[in-house]
């Protein structure tokens, strides 16, 4: 996989899809391999994960990816001198929303299992949909490193789906606090069967003076 050695990749490019695709799925496997291991034999039980969890898990392992396969490409000399060029930019670009999403999904990831409140989990997981809708047409579309198959392509997408569901996930917890809420004040408002139930009072007929013309013309 070093684009170095021109294997499966060489420059930003992949030029053996084989070794590049199957390469990956054997790390997934080992990943996957190694989760099985440690359920049985520590009782670490790794399917029980929240699925918003394993989402941030992931979001700051992609993270590292863009941030990583950007350094690789500044430094490989495809800049050269002149980095005021659109690539280079881009390049930069890419370097910089990698490490700001590393952060913030790793803060996030401690704070959600602190108790941080959905209100300002969906705040900041909008910030980081809305940096990588930007982030990823920049540095997957045009002149960019991310236009090519290669690893900053596939990490780019995938931070991105990540961020969707994760806003989707924060938003549809707060439509779902919101109505909780609603139904236990409107439960709270509302007469217990224990109470005596007020009756319209009905007039004495001392009370009513009309006389009979009033009724008949």
């Not at 999403?101 to 941080?116: A, D, E, H, N, R």
């Not at 009756?199 to 013309?217: H, K, M």
Request: hydrophobic content about 45%.
């Amino acid at each position: 996989m070093n684009p170095n050695n021109g294997i499966a990749v060489a420059g930003i490019s992949v030029i053996n899809a084989n070794l590049y695709f199957f390469s990956w799925l054997s790390f997934a496997a080992v990943l996957f391999l190694s989760g099985s291991l440690a359920q049985e034999t520590a009782g670490v039980d790794v399917t029980k994960t929240p699925p918003k969890s394993a989402r941030w898990y992931g979001l700051c392992a992609s993270s590292l990816v863009v941030m990583g396969s950007a350094v690789r490409i500044f430094k490989a000399g495809s800049c050269g001198d002149d980095v005021g060029t659109e690539f280079c930019k881009r390049t930069k670009f890419a370097v910089s929303v990698g490490v700001v999403s590393f952060v913030f999904s790793m803060v996030l990831t401690y704070l959600t299992q602190k108790g941080l409140t959905i209100m300002l989990e969906t705040i900041a997981t909008m910030v980081l949909l809305i940096m990588w809708c930007f982030g990823t047409g920049y540095i997957t579309f045009g002149s960019s490193p991310g236009a090519q198959i290669g690893n900053l392509y596939f990490a780019t997408w995938i931070s991105f789906i990540l961020c969707v569901f994760l806003f989707g996930q924060c938003f549809r917890d707060v439509l779902h606090a919101r109505s909780a809420n609603a139904t236990e004040q409107s439960s709270s408002t509302a007469p217990t069967s224990d109470e005596p139930q007020a009756f319209p009072e009905v007039p004495a007929d001392d009370d009513i003076n009309l006389e009979p013309s009033e009724y008949v013309e």
